[in-house]
């Protein structure tokens, strides 16, 4: 195998989260290569409508709105209210805890929100939206990946994982000519 073959990390995905976890490993100093099986950076949020819902947002304290992070919890209970659909509580705690922080984060890699709009049922206004559109988040985190060195490779799409005494050790996966092939992974997948 060639040294492009192994990678420190290995993303599967150059969506909003595959994407953000390559930056985080990057900076952490290793080395990151993402495989992505569509033919440009996107995943699922290129197709979302682009929003971050949070509280006690920057944009909330300039509009003038007071909010906190219970009532955000409280609030997300409703959507599923009478459906019979329960939520995981640990999850929805961690999403609202870090939902203005993750904002933040992304502001700081020139993601521009505007916002916050009403989104019923949520008590205050909490929904900030991507400008343009929500392909303004694979561009600017694409944009931080290759800042630091991060390989991104698309139109290779993942068909199974190497797995080594119990242990996950990469991926293999296959482009879109058919050719398979193993990538290595020294610290994670």
């Known amino acids: 195998m060639s040294s492009g073959d192994r990678a420190d990390v290995i993303i599967v995905g150059a969506g ?9 490993a990057a900076r952490a100093g290793g ?4 495989l992505e099986k569509g033919d440009r950076v996107r995943g699922s949020t290129g197709w979302s409508v682009g929003s971050v819902s949070a509280a006690g947002t920057a944009h909330q304290r300039r509009a003038g709105i007071v909010d906190h992070v219970d009532h955000h919890f409280e609030d997300l209970g409703r959507f599923n209210a009478g459906k019979g659909e329960v939520d995981n509580l ?14 933040r984060w992304l502001e700081h890699l020139g993601v521009s929100f505007v916002g916050p709009s009403p989104e019923p049922p949520h008590r205050v206004s909490r929904m900030h939206n991507v ?5 303004a988040f694979g561009a600017c985190l694409a944009r931080e990946c290759a800042r630091l060195g991060v390989e991104i490779r698309c139109g290779w799409r993942m068909t199974g994982l190497i797995v080594e005494e119990g242990r996950v050790r990469g991926v293999q996966a296959s482009a879109g000519d058919g050719v398979t092939q193993g990538f290595t992974a020294t610290r994670g997948v």
């Open 16 to 24: 909003g989260s595959g994407l953000a976890a390559a930056i985080e």
């Open 31 to 34: 080395r990151v290569l993402v």
């Open 90 to 103: 640990a999850l929805r705690r961690i999403l609202v805890d870090e939902a203005a922080e993750a904002l």
């Open 131 to 135: 400008v343009p559109g929500s392909a």
